[in-house]
């Protein structure tokens, strides 16, 4: 039965597989920095090379703070040009693809070689095999350790001084940096430096399917979530309560890890990997410009690995258990009724930390359903824009109002 429905579901949620191509250079912008050097990375290794792109203010002016950049699931950091260049009026601003995606996945950079050397346009449609490392959120925490490094000694070298360090994460980004922030921040000397986050649309809960798709596909991602949140994890619930939880759990999560994991083996993965519907596009930004450019956009990775969805599911169970503890302060927009990070994620990581930190915020966009905020229509980009950098400038005044 849970195969027969695994299989129902995948063909619902499935867009169309076609051959994926670029005929353009990957959009690079700032000046390029490659971080080399590998720590020991375990069984899943980071990106072997990794590239980070950097943007200073013009004129030689010294920036009042610098910023990184990280990007969401399957996109890559070459689209935030625009973004870049907003900021840069004030801060350094750095970038860079993390695991897999972008420059640091071996498809994509050797296609971006081959057009740079004047060759035809390239089959990327494997890009997403580069996602077989990932079962967990491990490989890209470390790409963005080394990027944080970086984006540190770039900053401190700018006029020789200790300037404050911010990111701006989307989505999935958002995940990856304050899950790694929990397990860094106030043991290392680099993470350390981090003096606030921006969360936009972040990846804290697991997507709803919208309209009828969502009949079927909802109830099973709902029953995963459900069952991996209480795996081998009590609850304060009643006794009666406990029992049917551990119940369904100890029988779903075995089914449901063992069906995933054997859906992402070769042979299998290349007919049992969703290619991502077409509802998604219409669910990221209002802008039907943006909305056309996202379809033809070759760079962005059109199919996830059943592991690697699954691992991102386990890591959001993961996080939430811990999420209590975050302390950096932070600001955080999302949309009300956006399906890909819902809003009850966003909402249940402000309820447990707002009264962390003094200068925490956060902006519910109450009509929205659009998950892309920085790729919105004017004018509400150029505001959630404004209101980031407005943020960011508080931050910076109550920094040297405590050094005082």
């Not at 429905?5 to 250079?25: A, E, N, R, T």
Request: charged fraction near 20%; proline fraction near 6%; charge should be negative.
């Amino acid at each position: 039965m849970y195969r027969i429905y695994l299989l129902l579901m995948l063909g619902v949620l499935s867009g169309c597989v076609q051959p994926q191509y670029v005929d353009k250079p990957y959009p690079r912008w700032g000046k390029e920095y490659p971080i080399t050097g590998l720590s020991g990375t375990g069984n899943a290794v980071a990106s072997d090379s990794l590239l980070l792109r950097v943007m200073a203010p013009s004129e030689g002016r010294p920036p009042v703070g610098c910023l990184l950049l990280v990007h969401g699931m399957n996109e890559y950091i070459g689209r935030y040009e625009d973004v870049a260049h907003f900021f840069s009026r004030q801060y350094m601003v750095a970038g860079f693809d993390y695991f897999a995606h972008g420059l640091s996945n071996p498809v994509l950079q050797q296609a971006d070689k081959r057009l740079a050397d004047g060759a035809d346009k390239q089959d990327v449609s494997e890009a997403y095999l580069a996602q077989v490392a990932l079962d967990d959120l491990e490989p890209l925490r470390r790409d963005l350790d080394r990027a944080i490094k970086k984006t540190v000694q770039i900053c401190d070298a700018q006029d020789k001084s200790k300037k404050p360090v911010f990111i701006v994460a989307h989505s999935l980004g958002a995940l990856v940096t304050v899950s790694y922030a929990l397990q860094r921040y106030g043991a290392d000397e680099a993470a350390d430096r981090i003096a606030g986050v921006v969360l936009l649309g972040p990846g804290f809960a697991v997507s709803e399917v919208p309209g009828w798709r969502g009949w079927l596909a909802n109830p099973l991602i709902k029953l995963s979530f459900h069952a991996e949140t209480h795996f081998l994890h009590p609850h304060d619930e009643p006794l009666p309560v406990l029992l049917f939880n551990q119940l369904v759990s100890l029988l779903t999560v075995p089914i449901l890890d063992g069906a995933f994991e054997v859906l992402s083996w070769p042979g299998i993965r290349r007919l049992a990997t969703p290619a991502a519907p077409d509802w998604v596009v219409d669910y990221l930004t209002d802008s039907a410009s943006e909305k056309a450019r996202l379809r033809s956009d070759g760079w962005i990775i059109r199919r996830s690995l059943l592991r690697y969805v699954k691992g991102i599911e386990n890591e959001i169970v993961q996080f939430r258990r811990h999420m209590d503890r975050f302390s950096l302060p932070y600001y955080l927009i999302f949309s009300v009724h956006d399906p890909i990070t819902p809003a009850w994620g966003s909402k249940d990581f402000i309820d447990a930390t707002l009264h962390n930190h003094p200068d925490n915020a956060y902006q519910a966009l109450q009509q929205w359903r659009y998950h892309q905020h920085l790729f919105l229509t004017e004018p509400l980009r150029s505001r959630l824009l404004h209101d980031i950098d407005q943020w960011l400038a508080r931050r910076i005044q109550a920094l040297q109002q405590e050094e005082e």
